[in-house]
């Protein structure tokens, strides 16, 4: 409630600012969402899971999120797949 009172009152000064000021604050926003304790836990006991997890990273900043997220959904699916027809 606070930030829609917030904007809604500051909101004629947002459009003052350059684009870049915007983008860099979206990029500190992104940044700060990342977590390097995951990926690192997953790099120490399960590469594989590692290496799809970087995969769908990549496609989805090349290409798109959805494509990347259907691209690692569809992987991990195989891979499961593959570790039950082993058991």
Same mark, same amino acid.
């Given at each position: ?24 604050? !979206?990029?500190? #926003?992104? !940044? ?23 995969? #769908? ?12 997220? !259907?691209?690692? !959904? ?14």
């Amino acid at each position: 409630f606070f930030m829609i009172v917030i904007s809604a009152l500051l909101f004629q000064f947002f459009k003052f600012l350059p684009l870049p000021v915007v983008a860099a604050q !979206i990029m500190i #926003v992104a !940044i700060n969402m990342v977590d390097l304790r995951t990926p690192r836990f997953m790099f120490q006991h399960e590469k594989a899971d590692f290496y799809l997890y970087v995969l #769908v990273a990549i496609l989805c900043v090349l290409l798109e999120p959805t494509i990347g997220l !259907i691209a690692g !959904i569809f992987l991990y699916l195989v891979r499961f797949a593959e570790g039950m027809m082993e058991s």
